[in-house]
């Protein structure tokens, strides 16, 4: 064999190698500047973070403020009055909840906000069962969901004979447990404002990959994650769907406060705009640079079909389970047509991921 | 096969190029396994989930408990160790297959082409004598050693590697990866945070160039790799042309390193002589005097013919997709155990109701209640998965108090960039399906798009 030849072969390909390979470990972006390659996606991403995401916490932290004060009016002196302005504070709260919904990574997942502050159906008797021992531990996952959270502020404060309860002998209890439960949301939102404040914003900003755990990547596997939970938990599974047409209208979300369509728009508008990108640089605007033009207006078109779908059920949702049923079957098939763009169609066009798992292509 | 041929396939060939080969394999395997470890794949794959889609004959491959399947894990791993030094060779091999099979064989959902490359690879290494020269088992007993094998024990390495190019270059000879450089189209954008090539990305040129240089190369390397006077510059290209692949696709894993391992087969007898003399205690062992040289087989003449069935197995195998009717990409009937590697970008919803034959209403399934997100997403693509699913929820909704359960699933699939659109008849009670080799007929026919949706 030539040796002149078999250098040169080994040493350019060593060579062309560790080029290669140190591209590739360049590649994660860091925040450095450098890594900044894409232009179009930075400018998309610090829209989201700028513009939407930090913006929408903000929102929902002075709701909250809000919220607290009409917590405490009420707590002081519970009546059907006070009940009503605590309403519209509570409902103003949640439907600022909506708009961070789908921002459920980064800092709102580690502190596992989504779950503490909005699983429902509430379960009260652990609820009732804690406010009678007066200990309880909202920081277990999974265990302590349903026991805080705004569908337990929606339990206790709405619920049929609430105001009544404030008035009983275990009134002190009952009134630190609300207070409890509104400090603790306040204070996992803070947290996770004050991350997107802070380092977090850069994380956000810099990751250019679609992989699992990248920015684009969490921003349209969360938006599948909300449509699925529309789908099923907030209108399929109380209207039966997943018990054979056997209805069960407490399981909605807010079904004691009575604004569970409300919440549902809120939630699904709030999608549109992500998708959107509010007036900035969204998903819409990637869709269009990847020549799929088609896909992003029919997927706009969706969103606007399930959404009046959604507007034509009469409230309460509750109530409409069984009245209206052919309206919320309806909405159903629209959100789920929805899903359907957003899981297939628009997941493959931007290649985002699911899994760290090895796959040699499908 | 002719007679002189056959004598060609028994001459004697050095035995240094199935030494490295042992070697290397080993090794390889050895950290791969440990990366799937370290990155908790055990227990996520599984452990964690409490169904799996097995392989069809294969029912009785199920996951052992957490610490067994731990405990197997590291079987394999030493088993790999013991086959990367040459200790108790043969056994090792025979451990390192049959326990590597089994684990792959738990769930399609990971099926991976290299996983099955490496089944067969370890498959033929029971039977091939790596041992027999700068091993701990030769250093143990000298008299083992042997410096020549029939040179077809190297050369059925080399047509292993040869059906994994040729097929996959093969695959893709199909209209979407030449004429509409799909996937490449679709997966090229989302790369875009390299660096210095990163703003190519968005290029539609870029993915027609990366499209046709992956076909030619899959087509043509091995015989760049078999001619002694191109072979280092290919060897140079298949270095290229996986780093390449495992920089702009890290989820391929494991396979541009055991290509890059395994082509190193095609070098000749003196090549691996000079790499080896670099490793240690080489130089003294590979001095030693041997009693005979070359290492003969006892059963030649069936060993023969074993090889020559297996040859052909290898050649049939991925064709058997031509005896099924419509477009593969689309029913993947014939499509795993083929060599097709990236070849489609293929994503699915799918939304299974489960209904009592008396009842008017039904059951619509949670998905993420039986699947994990990545068993979920290879289900809804496939249909042998989905079969499997639809037997599984009927068999779950059963002891639920579902009498007679009746799965139907609605199913929307995208493929290559194409919209999605149904996949599955949604009115066929999947539940009275069977499984088989025979064309599912509930799948829809595949109709190419009638207007260029994008």
């Not at chain 2, 799937?36 to 990155?39: C, G, I, V």
């Not at chain 2, 000879?173 to 210095?196: F, G, Q, V, Y």
């Not at chain 2, 639920?400 to 999605?420: C, D, F, T």
């Given at each position: 064999?030539?040796?002149?030849?078999?250098?040169?072969g080994?040493?350019?390909?060593?060579?062309?190698?560790?080029?290669?390979?140190?591209?590739?470990?360049?590649?994660?972006?860091?925040?450095?500047?450098?890594?900044?390659?894409?232009?179009?996606?930075t400018?998309?991403?610090?829209?989201?973070?700028?513009n939407?995401?930090?913006?929408?916490?903000?929102?929902?932290?002075?709701?909250?403020?809000l919220?607290?004060?009409?917590?405490?009016?009420?707590?002081?002196?519970?009546?059907?009055?006070?009940?009503?302005?605590?309403?519209?504070?509570?409902?103003?709260?949640w439907?600022?909840?909506?708009?961070?919904?789908?921002?459920?990574?980064?800092?709102g997942?580690?502190?596992?906000?989504?779950?503490?502050i909005?699983?429902?159906?509430?379960?009260?008797?652990?609820?009732?069962?804690?406010?009678?021992?007066?200990?309880y531990?909202?920081?277990?996952?999974?265990?302590?969901?349903?026991?805080?959270?705004?569908?337990?502020?929606?339990?206790?404060?709405?619920?049929?004979?609430?105001?009544?309860?404030?008035?009983?002998?275990?009134?002190?209890?009952?009134?630190?447990?609300?207070?409890?439960?509104?400090?603790?949301?306040?204070s996992?939102v803070?947290?996770?404002?004050?991350?997107?404040k802070?380092?977090?914003?850069?994380?956000?900003?810099?990751?250019?990959?679609?992989d699992?755990?990248?920015?684009?990547?969490?921003?349209?596997?969360?938006?599948?994650?909300?449509?699925?939970?529309?789908?099923g938990?907030?209108?399929?599974?109380?209207?039966?769907?997943?018990?054979?047409?056997?209805?069960f209208?407490?399981?909605?979300?807010?079904?004691?406060?009575?604004?569970?369509?409300?919440?549902?728009?809120?939630?699904?508008t709030?999608?549109?705009?992500y998708?959107k990108g509010?007036?900035?640089?969204?998903i819409?605007?990637y869709?269009?640079?990847?020549?799929?033009?088609?896909?992003?207006?029919?997927?706009l078109?969706?969103?606007?079909?399930?959404?009046?779908?959604?507007?034509?059920?009469?409230?309460?949702?509750?109530a409409?389970?069984?009245?209206?049923?052919?309206?919320?079957?309806?909405?159903?098939?629209?959100?789920?047509?929805?899903?359907?763009?957003?899981?297939?169609?628009?997941?493959?066009?931007?290649?985002?991921?699911?899994?760290?798992m090895?796959?040699?292509g499908? | 096969?002719?007679v002189t041929?056959?004598?060609?396939?028994?001459r004697?060939?050095?035995?240094?190029?199935?030494?490295?080969?042992?070697?290397?394999?080993?090794?390889?395997m050895?950290?791969?396994?440990?990366r799937?470890?370290?990155?908790g794949w055990?227990?996520?794959?599984?452990?964690?989930?409490?169904?799996?889609?097995?392989?069809?004959?294969f029912?009785?491959?199920?996951?052992?408990?957490?610490i067994?399947?731990?405990?197997?894990?590291?079987?394999?791993?030493?088993?790999?160790?013991?086959?990367?030094?040459g200790?108790?060779?043969?056994?090792?091999?025979?451990v390192?297959?049959?326990?590597?099979?089994?684990v792959?064989?738990?769930?399609?959902?990971?099926?991976?082409?290299?996983?099955?490359?490496?089944?067969?690879?370890?498959?033929?290494?029971?039977?091939?004598?790596?041992?027999?020269?700068?091993?701990?088992?030769?250093?143990r007993?000298?008299?083992?050693?042997?410096?020549?094998?029939?040179?077809?024990?190297?050369?059925?390495?080399?047509?292993?590697?040869?059906?994994?190019?040729i097929?996959?270059g093969?695959?893709?000879?199909?209209?979407?990866?030449?004429?509409?450089?799909?996937?490449?189209?679709?997966?090229?954008?989302?790369?875009?945070?390299?660096?210095?090539?990163?703003?190519?990305m968005?290029?539609?040129?870029v993915?027609?160039?990366?499209?046709?240089?992956?076909?030619?190369?899959?087509?043509?390397?091995?015989?760049?790799?078999?001619?002694?006077?191109?072979?280092?510059?290919?060897?140079?290209?298949?270095?290229?042309?996986?780093?390449?692949?495992?920089?702009?696709?890290?989820?391929?894993?494991?396979?541009?390193y055991?290509?890059?391992?395994a082509?190193?087969?095609?070098?000749?007898?003196?090549?691996h002589e000079?790499?080896?003399?670099?490793?240690?205690?080489?130089?003294?062992?590979?001095q030693?005097?041997?009693?005979?040289?070359?290492?003969?087989f006892r059963?030649?003449?069936?060993?023969m013919?074993?090889?020559?069935?297996?040859?052909?197995?290898?050649?049939?195998?991925?064709?058997?997709?031509?005896?099924?009717?419509?477009?593969?990409?689309w029913?993947?009937?014939?499509?795993?155990?083929?060599?097709?590697?990236?070849?489609?970008?293929?994503?699915?919803?799918?939304?299974?109701?489960?209904?009592?034959?008396t009842?008017?209403?039904?059951?619509?399934?949670?998905?993420?209640?039986?699947l994990?997100?990545?068993?979920?997403?290879m289900?809804?693509?496939?249909?042998?998965?989905?079969?499997?699913?639809?037997?599984?929820?009927?068999?779950?909704?059963?002891k639920?108090?579902?009498?007679?359960?009746?799965?139907?699933?609605?199913?929307?699939?995208?493929?290559?960039?194409?919209?999605?659109r149904l996949?599955?008849?949604?009115?066929?009670?999947?539940?009275?399906?069977?499984q088989?080799?025979?064309?599912?007929?509930w799948?829809?026919?595949?109709?190419?798009?009638?207007?260029?949706?994008?």
């Open positions: 064999m030539n040796r002149k030849l078999f250098r040169t080994i040493v350019g390909a060593a060579l062309a190698a560790v080029v290669l390979y140190a591209c590739s470990k360049g590649g994660d972006g860091d925040g450095s500047g450098a890594a900044n390659n894409d232009a179009f996606k400018e998309m991403l610090t829209n989201y973070a700028d939407i995401i930090t913006p929408a916490y903000t929102n929902l932290q002075a709701k909250l403020g919220l607290e004060t009409s917590v405490n009016a009420f707590l002081a002196t519970p009546s059907t009055g006070t009940q009503a302005t605590l309403k519209t504070a509570f409902k103003d709260a439907l600022g909840f909506e708009n961070v919904s789908a921002a459920y990574f980064g800092p997942a580690a502190v596992l906000l989504n779950s503490y909005n699983t429902w159906p509430a379960v009260p008797a652990k609820i009732e069962a804690g406010i009678q021992s007066g200990t531990n909202f920081t277990i996952p999974v265990a302590s969901d349903s026991i805080q959270g705004f569908p337990t502020l929606d339990y206790l404060l709405f619920s049929a004979d609430a105001v009544q309860k404030f008035a009983d002998a275990g009134a002190a209890n009952r009134r630190k447990y609300v207070q409890d439960v509104v400090t603790r949301i306040k996992l803070d947290n996770t404002l004050n991350q997107w802070g380092a977090y914003r850069t994380t956000f900003v810099s990751s250019l990959k679609t699992v755990g990248s920015s684009i990547g969490a921003l349209i596997n969360q938006f599948a994650f909300e449509m699925d939970a529309l789908k938990p907030r209108i399929g599974w109380p209207f039966g769907k997943q018990s054979n047409g056997i209805v209208a407490d399981k909605c979300e807010g079904y004691y406060a009575g604004f569970s369509a409300d919440l549902a728009i809120a939630n699904l709030s999608l549109k705009n998708f509010g007036a900035g640089k969204g819409d605007d869709l269009i640079l990847l020549k799929k033009d088609k896909l992003n207006s029919d997927v078109a969706q969103f606007d079909v399930a959404l009046n779908a959604l507007k034509a059920i009469p409230a309460p949702l509750s409409s389970f069984t009245n209206n049923a052919t309206l919320v079957e309806a909405a159903y098939k629209e959100v789920q047509k929805l899903l359907t763009l957003i899981k297939t169609d628009v997941a493959s066009a931007t290649a985002v991921q699911i899994t760290y090895d796959n040699d499908d | 096969m002719t041929k056959l004598h060609a396939a028994g004697p060939v050095s035995i240094t190029p199935l030494v490295t080969f042992r070697i290397v394999f080993g090794w390889l050895f950290f791969s396994i440990l799937f470890w370290w990155r055990v227990t996520t794959v599984y452990i964690q989930p409490e169904f799996h889609f097995t392989y069809w004959g029912e009785w491959v199920q996951p052992l408990g957490s067994d399947m731990h405990v197997l894990f590291a079987c394999i791993a030493l088993s790999a160790l013991c086959i990367a030094i200790l108790w060779y043969r056994v090792a091999a025979i390192f297959f049959l326990s590597f099979t089994y792959e064989l738990i769930d399609l959902t990971t099926y991976l082409n290299h996983y099955y490359f490496i089944s067969l690879v370890a498959f033929l290494l029971i039977w091939l004598p790596a041992n027999r020269h700068y091993s701990v088992d030769v250093w007993r000298p008299q083992l050693r042997r410096t020549e094998v029939p040179a077809w024990t190297i050369g059925i390495l080399r047509f292993q590697m040869a059906v994994v190019y097929f996959a093969i695959a893709k000879l199909d209209a979407d990866w030449l004429l509409h450089a799909e996937p490449m189209r679709t997966w090229l954008p989302s790369k875009s945070h390299l660096p210095i090539i990163g703003k190519y968005y290029a539609t040129w993915a027609y160039l990366f499209s046709w240089f992956g076909a030619v190369y899959d087509l043509f390397i091995v015989f760049f790799l078999l001619n002694k006077r191109t072979r280092l510059v290919a060897y140079g290209f298949v270095l290229i042309f996986h780093i390449a692949t495992a920089i702009f696709f890290p989820g391929i894993g494991m396979f541009p055991v290509m890059i391992a082509s190193l087969i095609f070098f000749s007898g003196q090549f000079r790499l080896l003399s670099h490793l240690p205690f080489y130089k003294s062992m590979a030693a005097p041997v009693k005979q040289s070359a290492y003969q059963w030649s003449r069936p060993m013919l074993a090889v020559t069935l297996y040859v052909l197995a290898q050649l049939l195998i991925p064709m058997r997709f031509l005896a099924y009717p419509d477009r593969l990409f029913t993947e009937e014939g499509y795993r155990f083929s060599w097709r590697v990236m070849l489609m970008e293929k994503s699915g919803a799918a939304y299974f109701t489960v209904k009592d034959s009842a008017r209403y039904g059951y619509a399934v949670n998905n993420s209640e039986f994990t997100p990545l068993q979920e997403k289900m809804s693509t496939q249909p042998d998965m989905i079969l499997k699913y639809a037997h599984h929820l009927a068999r779950e909704y059963k639920r108090g579902v009498q007679h359960p009746e799965v139907y699933g609605e199913i929307y699939v995208s493929l290559n960039g194409e919209r999605s996949f599955i008849d949604s009115s066929v009670n999947l539940a009275q399906q069977q088989g080799w025979q064309h599912y007929n799948i829809l026919p595949y109709k190419l798009p009638v207007t260029e949706q994008k």
